[in-house]
């Protein structure tokens, strides 16, 4: 009897090792090693419980009263339950520790001040001499030493916090200044095995600072300043005490639910060959049904709008993901969009030109659906499945965190 207790106590012990082993190695220090990042947070509030010691002492208590050799079967029986049922009861509202507390509350303000700097450094009144004749150069300088020292304070706060949604943000802006480590290198950051930066002012210095404008540039939505931010962005939105697993509003939901669904309609519709078929005029001249392929792409613009805006306030870590992707996607067309009077602004919104439309080559406009709706349809249709679902992790994210192929897809109007 003794013995298979001991086991069964190696067994609980071994399980809350290797969770906790799983959790902060998951979020923080894989960073390049392939899961979006969501998957993690399912184990933050196991962390949290085993973190303050509440399981320890359940395990304690129930196994001293097993020792005990005037202890019936019965009796175990009955303690047996009354500690799972403790057991559950933490999971459902785990004791949040001090130390937690104190990192939720330096993660809540950390983020706050970690879009400050990076405001700071997309303003271009940094870049200029002020008035009072203090440098370009020594703005940058010091806007890059606050930066990463923020920065810093942000993923220290994070690794203690048990905020759930938050800190999964969080990994992800650390996966985005993994992504851009050589262009930080070029101005002196570099990124410690821990995640945080370190800053070599001397080389910092000595670099022009046209480099830090671009590298954090807000018109560019692919900059690493507008990765970092859109992504504090979410963690700023995201509730202090709701997880990655849970709803937001239920008008949210709806909103995005909606939106995702009408935009899977408009790419299927400007992906499919009717649209594009030609009608025969007065004349007997053929020629595209311009009226109709306006409305289809119109209605691609609403509708796209309106599911980002939902979807950015969405607490769904599968939802964000996938919409950091297609934001991504979007951006990487940018150009090719333009070619059809669609534009792209700072916050990834679009916009389109009926006037600069109507005269582009349809077909051109269909070999760019068919590459560019294609690849942001993967993406779509997660959005919608996890606003259905409520599910908490994107699954199929390839090593550096897409779904597909498709990822990379760049339309050439020449080709």
Known sequence: ?????????????????????QDMSFLFSGLGSGAAGTAGSNFLSDYASIKNGSYGKLMKAYYGNVNNSGTTASERKTKTNNVLEKILEEKKNPTV???????????????????????????????????????????????????????????????NSNLASKTSHIANMMRGSEANAAKLAEIGITINRDGTLRLNEGKLKGTDISKVQDLFSKEDVMSYGSTVMSRLGFASASSGSVSS?????????????????????????????????????????EQYNIAELFAAAKSFVGNYNSMLTAAQASYNSGVTANLAHIMEKTAKNKDALEQFGISVDEKGKLKIDEDIFKKSDMSQLQKFFNEYGSSIATNVSLVHYYMTTQANAASGYTANGTYNAQENILYNATT
Do not use: H
């Open 1 to 21: 009897m003794m013995g298979g207790v001991a086991d069964t106590y190696k067994e609980v012990v071994m399980s809350i090792n290797i969770r906790e082993r």
């Open 97 to 159: 520790s001090r130390e937690a507390q104190e990192a939720n509350s330096n993660l809540t303000s950390g983020i706050s001040n970690l879009i400050k700097s990076v405001s700071t450094l997309q303003n271009d009144d940094t870049y200029t001499v002020s008035e009072d004749g203090k440098s370009a150069a020594d703005k940058v300088v010091s806007a890059v030493k606050s930066y990463v020292s923020v920065y810093n304070d942000v993923v220290s706060a994070a690794k």
């Open 245 to 285: 697993t849970e709803k937001g509003s239920a008008g949210t939901d709806t909103a995005t639910y909606a939106g995702a669904a009408a935009l899977k309609a408009d790419i299927e519709k400007l992906t499919s060959g009717s649209l594009f078929e030609k009608i025969k005029d007065k004349d007997g001249t």
